[in-house]
């Protein structure tokens, strides 16, 4: 969907800073159904070689795996907006939990 805008969120924090992010769970719902292996970060990526059935991640953000085959993992307390938030089952993703 190019060319569509949305305005940022804006949300107060436990500690009362405001915390504005553009993106939202809608725009990483296409990570779902796919294995951990097939996900690149923006900042891996090299000119020279040309990814085919990979799926390269928007700059800065990075996935945390917040449950692992059923067994929950230890996510940092602090807000990080370029934190996806994930489910997976023997690598695959199965479902976006949040962002930051």
Known sequence: ??????????????FGRVVSTNKNIIDFEHLINNHLNNIILFEDTQEDIVYVDKIILPRHYFIFVGNKDGELQYKPYEFNQYRIVITTYKDIITSIDSIG
């Open 1 to 14: 969907m190019p060319g569509i805008y949305r305005t940022p969120r804006t949300i107060v924090d436990n």
